[in-house]
């Protein structure tokens, strides 16, 4: 089911270090709610260019709410083009656009 690279070894390591450094998710954190993560995501795709097997700086973790609305706003062919994927929020800790319906336009 899970396709390169998230099915090596390697990944699962990394993914695993990435969640004990920050299990807390990301997205949610930067919005003032706390939510234990369990997902890491790349910050830059992978076929984006993004390298696979990042530092932590180039990871994220994710709760599963995040993770998915990720996923199903950014990781299809037909909405990639659109660059929606993190606009509003960067890993610097500037504010997230507070119109960005990333979270589903709640609050
Ligand atoms: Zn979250």
Request: net charge neutral; proline share 7%.
């Amino acid at each position: 089911m899970a396709e390169w690279p998230y099915n090596t070894r390697n990944w699962q390591r990394l993914r695993l270090a990435k969640l004990a450094e920050n299990p807390l998710c990301h997205a949610c954190e930067l919005r003032g709610r706390i939510a234990p993560a369990v997902a890491v995501d790349h910050v830059k795709a992978i076929k984006a260019g993004g390298d696979p097997f990042p530092s932590f700086d180039g990871l994220m973790s994710l709760c599963e709410r995040c993770h998915n609305e990720k996923t199903n706003a950014v990781d299809r062919p037909d909405r990639a083009a659109s660059g929606r994927r993190f606009k509003g929020f960067d890993v610097h800790g500037n504010p997230i656009d507070p119109g960005d319906d990333w979270h589903g336009g709640g609050a």
